[in-house]
T-cell receptor
């Protein structure tokens, strides 16, 4: 089975702190994604990567950056957390072919105070 | 207009009922379509892909209407375990899926 692991299920941070959300997948997938999910807004794509050291902006990249130094790991970074970044963050991966099936991690619920 | 729109519900149905959800999309060039299921406090998981000819998987049937730009999901003989949020997703290119906000289904005894 595909396993996408997000390092932290729950985090509480203060405004202005730097936050790292880590995601690791074990199926050698080329593509990795970071979404955030908010009530009434659904899943929104922040960034995605289709290869090591490659990154592409999604629909809401402002306030975020990403890092993909190894194929299996995709990190989301909040340089200076703000209260409007309180959300559920979901990492996903998929193989290179266009299957459309995203494999999601269990999510990281971030609260910024 | 949102790229992908769904009625948020909730749809409250008794066990055994048939229920249908629609999802509209705005980009006529979209090529592939999917339904995901998300249980409370869980991650979304692929339920089924939606093909041009329609497809069926047990009690679930998905249809695509390109002319009107919507996809549908029909659930027959609803079970309590079908209670979840159903997300439609549209592939806008290069594996980039755009999701609807989801439709909540509650199946009661």
């Amino acid at each position: 089975d595909v396993k996408v692991t997000q390092s932290s299920r729950y985090l509480v941070k203060r405004t202005g702190e730097k936050v790292f959300l880590e995601c690791v997948q074990d199926m050698d997938h080329e593509n990795m994604f970071w979404y955030r999910q908010d009530p009434g807004l659904g899943l929104r794509l922040i960034y995605f990567s289709y290869d090591v050291k490659m990154k592409e902006k999604g629909d809401i990249p402002e306030g975020y950056s990403v890092s993909r130094e190894k194929k299996e790991r995709f990190s989301l970074i909040l340089e200076s957390a703000s209260t409007n970044q309180t959300s559920m963050y979901l990492c996903a991966s998929t193989p290179g072919q266009n299957t459309g099936e995203l494999f999601f991690g269990e999510g990281s619920r971030l609260t910024v105070l | 207009r949102k790229e992908v729109e769904q009625d948020p519900g909730p749809f409250n149905v008794p066990e055994g009922a048939t229920v249908a959800f629609n999802c509209t999309y705005s980009n006529s060039a979209s090529q592939s379509f999917f339904w995901y299921r998300q249980d409370c406090r869980k991650e979304p998981k692929l339920l089924m892909s939606v093909y041009s000819s329609g497809n069926e998987d047990g009690r679930f049937t998905a249809q695509l209407n390109r002319a009107s730009q919507y996809i549908s999901l029909l659930i027959r003989d609803s079970k309590l375990s079908d209670s979840a949020t159903y997300l439609c997703a549209v592939n806008t290119g290069f594996q980039k899926l755009v999701f609807g906000t989801g439709t909540r289904l509650l199946v009661s005894p």
